[in-house]
C-alpha cells in the first residue's frame, strides 16, 4: 500500500501546519491510521493515531491538546492538524498504516508515507 503525506514546511513557533496522508481506499479505510515522527539523531516516535471508524484517537503525551487527528473515508485521507508548534516538533513527519483497525493497541506500521518535513523556527 503506498501512502502519500504532504503539508510539511517552515513554521515559526507557536505556528501551525495540516499534514495529509493519503492512500488506495481499499486497504485504508478498515484500518486504524497513525502518525509517527523522527528527528535528526533521535528514534522515530509515535505521534497520533485514529481508528478505523474515526471515533478514537490517541495521541503521544507531549502533543496532546495541540495537535488533531481526523481522517475522511471517503476521500481516503487521514489528517494532522498541529498548532501551537514548537522547535522540539522538527522532525520528519510519516504516516503508517496500523495492522490493525484500533488504537487501542500500539499502531504497528505496515505500510509507511515517503514523510514530509516540518520545520519549526524559535
Known amino acids: 500500500v503506498q501512502l502519500q503525506a504532504s503539508g510539511g514546511g517552515v513554521v515559526q513557533a507557536g505556528g501551525s501546519l495540516r499534514l495529509s496522508c493519503t492512500g488506495p481506499?481499499?486497504?485504508?479505510?478498515?484500518?486504524?491510521m497513525g502518525w509517527f515522527r523522527q528527528a535528526p539523531g533521535k528514534e522515530r516516535e509515535f505521534v497520533a493515531a485514529?481508528?478505523?471508524?474515526?471515533?478514537?484517537?490517541k495521541y503521544l503525551d507531549s502533543v496532546r491538546g495541540r495537535f488533531a487527528v481526523s481522517r475522511d473515508n471517503a476521500k481516503n485521507s487521514v489528517y494532522l492538524q498541529m498548532n501551537s508548534l514548537k522547535p522540539e516538533d522538527t522532525a520528519v513527519y510519516f504516516c503508517?498504516?496500523?495492522?490493525?483497525?484500533?488504537?487501542?493497541?500500539?499502531?504497528?506500521?505496515?505500510?509507511w508515507g515517503q514523510g514530509t518535513q516540518v520545520t519549526v523556527s524559535s
Open positions: 481506499g481499499r486497504t485504508f479505510n478498515n484500518f486504524a
Open positions: 503508517a498504516r496500523c495492522n490493525h483497525p484500533y488504537v487501542s493497541t500500539p499502531c504497528i506500521g505496515d505500510s
Open positions: 485514529i481508528a478505523w471508524s474515526g471515533t478514537m484517537t
